[in-house]
């Protein structure tokens, strides 16, 4: 026997981290052991609670896990080597914690009670993932292993959730402990000072034109329960930023878009038409669907911020009431105070939506070669059930699916507009075929982001999944190199070359497919909805009127109107 013996009932520490996993709940862990982790490794063999799931890099397991954790509330686990395959975590934790998605990472580090090869692979893992994470910590006992783990799900879980991280040393994996785990506590959020929500509600009550927007933080199953009763009572218009689409469906009449720029779409016109301005679960990670003004620059909009946590304060976000508590409790209470007053006015918020279903309609229409976005969005759409998933990696096409594609339900569009990191696009996809087997999933990437983390490809098809892999090509950072051109820059150092798709997909033993034209793009998603297995399909994209995204021209607008 190995380690240091314990008591009577002592079991070994990596058998102990275990049963506290399996303890919390936890299903997978998602990950690319190393020589550090080999305790742990063998006793996750025993486990008959918990599935090891082997990526292809930790950045992929990382995102697995962070996306289980958007998914289904819970902490998503997933598991690295020190030093290099630490390091391979930041970008996951970091989309973890800016995204709010509660997620644990477990990273080996050699003995730390003795040196057996000096200072090879060393570095300091914790210090290096404290200001990513909202808890960093390294095992130095096996007796503590039960309370830091239920620490690390407790904070992981908590409002804002996001990432955390415990580094287990392999000689500490190694100890005997007589510790058992602990079991998770009851907890219910408390509820916001009726004072408050009185205020928010007569504010309401007095406005002329009120809305709503709906961002990351209302994301939670039992908030869009309360966020709908409270818009079909009062008829009050709706939007969402990128994070909150699909709270509620948005082929609700009250919709009046997806805040997916920062200024000077449709929606905005809407917000500018509001005097009062119900900010439910926002986060100043995310764009802000609205310019704020001071008192002195015109302001003539009451803000009302609705969430767990007070508003952070920043340049363009100061509201003017806040309303602290569980936030479907919040909205229920002010459901119950607000009564419909006759003398709002809809009428101008829901015309810029209809301008904007029109405009979005008429761009859709273009079936040029290569696709065209607005049309890409629409076929997607078009072969998508309602419960169907679409994962975003980033690039400019997640703007115009922000915008253009109707969520009909919570985590139906999962994009990341916080860290807004590529690569992240295939392991979303990839987690969601695994937790939902039964719904229809496609993961829509640019040939830069897919790049990033393509080589999950063989997880995917090793995991038996169903599902479909978009890479939109136009062999170019084409976001950028958008954005070069508009700054005036001349074009330089954003293009590249790329492998053939489609041999790349069956060379990991997936389906390639090749769009060649737009009326067979319709054909090749059906297609692949359709058929079991892994599917990649390469579509070339025309990103050359992409200032079309924009409507920063008011005639264009006034127009459409």
Known sequence: MSGQAGGKGAKKASDLFVECLEEEGCE?????????????????????????????????????????????????????????????????????????????????????????????????????????????HQMASADNIPSRLREAFRLAEEEKPGAT???????????????????????????????????????????????????????????????????????????????????IDERHPKFVGCAALSAGDFVHRAIEDSDCILNVGHDVIEKPPFFMKNAGEGRDADVIHISTKTAEVDPVYFPDIEVIGDIANSIWQINEAVDVNPAWNFSKMLSYRAAEVKHTAGLAADER?????????????KVMPDDGIICLDNGVYKIWFARGYTATGPNTVLLDNALATMGAGLPSAMMSAMLYPERKVFAICGDGGFMMNSQEMETAVRLKLNLTV???????????????????????????GNPDFVAYAKSYGAHGHRVNSAHHLAQLLAHCRDTPGVHLVECAVDYSENDQILNRDIKTLSKAL
Request: hydrophobic content about 40%; charged content about 20%.
């Open 470 to 496: 978009i890479v939109l090509r136009d062999d170019a950072y084409g976001m950028i190199r958008w954005k070069q051109a508009n700054m005036g820059f001349k074009d330089f150092g954003l293009t590249y």
């Open 369 to 381: 070669f290569p696709v065209f976005p607005p049309h890409l969005v629409q076929a997607v759409r």
């Open 28 to 136: 997978y862990v998602f990950g690319v052991p190393g020589e550090e982790n080999l305790d742990l490794l063998d006793s996750l063999s025993r486990s008959t609670k918990i599935r090891l799931i082997l990526t292809r890099h930790e950045q992929g397991a990382g995102f697995m896990a962070a996306t289980y954790g958007r998914h289904t509330g819970k902490t998503g686990v997933c598991m690295a080597t020190l030093g290099p395959g630490a390091t391979n975590f930041v970008t996951a934790a970091a989309y973890a914690t800016l995204g709010g998605m509660p997620m644990l990472m477990i990273t080996g580090q050699k003995p730390i009670k003795k040196s057996k090869q000096g200072r090879f692979q060393i570095l300091d893992v914790v210090s290096m993932m404290t200001p990513i994470t909202k808890t960093a």
């Open 165 to 247: 991280h415990i580094e287990l040393p392999e000689d500490i994996a190694d100890e005997y402990t007589d510790s058992v785990p602990l079991r998770r506590s009851k907890v219910r959020r408390p509820i916001a000072d009726a004072k408050s929500v009185a205020l928010a509600a007569r504010t309401i009550q007095e406005a002329k034109a009120p809305i709503l927007v709906i961002g990351a933080g209302a994301n939670r199953k039992m908030t869009g329960k309360m966020l709908l009763e409270f818009v079909e009572k009062t008829g009050i218009p709706f939007l969402t930023t990128q994070l909150g689409k699909g709270v």
